[in-house]
């Protein structure tokens, strides 16, 4: 659960806090891009780890699809979620949608997911997939980074320094692994990339961050 969300801490187990930050996280994205799930629509979750989000998505959407490359956090968000009965948990192959349906989905949401590819070019071909299955009119809000720098792997010192501090059980491992430090995305190269999917971006927020918010949009038919 630290990988989900660092700010809690290697080893809380303050599980009330971490649901709440998923409904927090989601409202927060949401209402920055002036955006709502309804209750008829069938929302995709993308990366949606142990379900944080997917919970509360299943709250207020009709059926929802939470998507994972990990088998492990589908494990636990089955277990966890085992009474959530218009969730679908569905595990992808940490390159596109493929398990989800063309024009099948309503609202996407992918919170600080992408931030995690190492490559860029496969960041931008979740978004046009992300086109692909949207229906007419359907949207997704998700977050990019812009920040090169973020990724950068840090000065030997401090990798030792974490090595020995996770072999104590201080922290977690692998957070200078490249599935964790990820990449940036040019933001001319996203929007190509969601015109191919026939997306229109209609919102960005936080340009040049770690953070960059994205609001698109499938055409309406």
Known sequence: MFFIDTRHGYGNRDLDSF??????SLDRILGLLGVAVQSGDTALDVG???????????????????????SEMLMRARELHS????????????RGLAPIGDASIDACVAHVVFQHIPDPDIT??????????????GWAAFEVSNDPAAHRRPPLPRRLTRRLA??????????DDPAW????VPLADLREAAAEGGLRVERILGEGTLFC???ARRARA
């Open 181 to 184: 430090l990820g990449s940036a």
């Open 83 to 94: 009474g959530l009965h218009n969730v679908h948990w569905v595990q992808g192959d940490g």
């Open 124 to 137: 931008l071909g979740y978004v046009k997939e992300i086109g692909r299955v949207l229906s007419p009119g």
């Open 48 to 70: 949606c780890g142990v379900g944080r989000l997917t919970r509360v998505l299943a709250g207020r959407a009709h059926e929802v699809y939470g998507l994972d490359v990990s």
């Open 166 to 175: 996770a072999r104590a059980g201080w922290r977690p491992s692998g957070q």
């Open 213 to 215: 918010l994205v609001l």
């Open 19 to 24: 649901w709440k930050g998923g409904e927090e």
